[in-house]
């Protein structure tokens, strides 16, 4: 069975400040990993996703996810967080030899950047 | 493009009423799902479709049905609404090729008094 952890429900963090977003994931076999944010009233948007090769995965808005095969893991990053970044983010993972219905998504980590 | 829109944006039910809610969209992706969000669960996939005329279930499917006649629509549709069914409902599509990321429509905000 595949399952995705987000551990923070919260993240606060201030602006200019680098900002990280955890996720850990369980999956048979290797994984394909995609992070998304979603906005006040809208649907999610899809940011990165990780299907092989480096391991530091470069996405929309200055974010970028690093792939940590030994720790499960799939952090989403920013070096200078932006108010405009307070969002709530989903990671998600799915098996690489799954079909792409079967993408489990987190349950969330609500990202709060003040001034 | 539009991408992948939703009708209606809300809706009230009372408990027992019966609804449709309409996805569509204009990327001629093959695949489509219905999601389901609930504060502190992420998304759940209520059903799903990997092309016109076909559906599956997803993790949630009960009292929900689907219909796909088109490849550009995917339908999710309440027969008898019960207050559990209170959600925000996403559509979403996706090529279904090797880790296609989806695109998600706006959500339906949908309450069953």
């Known amino acids: 069975a595949q399952s995705v952890a987000q551990p923070e429900d919260q993240v606060n963090v201030a602006e200019g400040n680098p900002l990280t977003v955890k996720c850990t994931y369980s999956?048979?076999?290797?994984?394909?990993l995609f992070w998304y944010v979603q906005y006040p009233n809208r649907g999610l948007q899809f940011l990165l996703k990780?299907?092989?090769?480096?391991?530091l995965v470069k996405g929309s808005y200055g974010f970028e996810a690093e792939f940590n095969k030994s720790q499960t893991s799939f952090h989403l990053k920013k070096p200078s967080a932006l108010v405009s970044d307070s969002a709530l983010y989903f990671c998600?993972?799915?098996?690489?030899?799954?079909?792409?219905?079967?993408?489990?998504f987190g349950s969330g980590t609500r990202l709060s950047i003040r001034p | 493009n539009a991408g992948v829109t939703q009708t209606p944006k809300f809706r009230v039910l009372k408990t027992g009423q019966s609804m449709t809610l309409l996805c569509a969209q204009d990327?001629?992706?093959?695949?489509m799902y219905w999601y389901r969000q609930d504060p502190g669960m992420g998304l759940r996939l209520i059903h799903y479709?990997?092309?016109?005329?076909?559906?599956a279930k997803g993790e949630v499917p009960d009292g929900y049905n689907v219909s796909r006649l088109k490849k550009q629509n995917f339908l999710l549709g309440l027969e008898s609404a019960a207050p559990s069914q209170t959600s925000v409902y996403f559509c979403?599509?996706?090529?279904?090729?090797?880790?296609?990321?989806?695109?998600f429509g706006p959500g339906t905000r949908l309450t069953v008094l």
């Open positions: 979403a599509s996706s090529t279904g090729l090797e880790a296609s990321e989806q695109f």
């Open positions: 999956v048979s076999g290797n994984p394909y």
């Open positions: 990780y299907i092989t090769g480096d391991n």
């Open positions: 998600a993972v799915r098996a690489s030899y799954s079909s792409a219905s079967k993408i489990i």
């Open positions: 990327m001629n992706h093959e695949y």
């Open positions: 479709s990997v092309g016109e005329g076909t559906t």
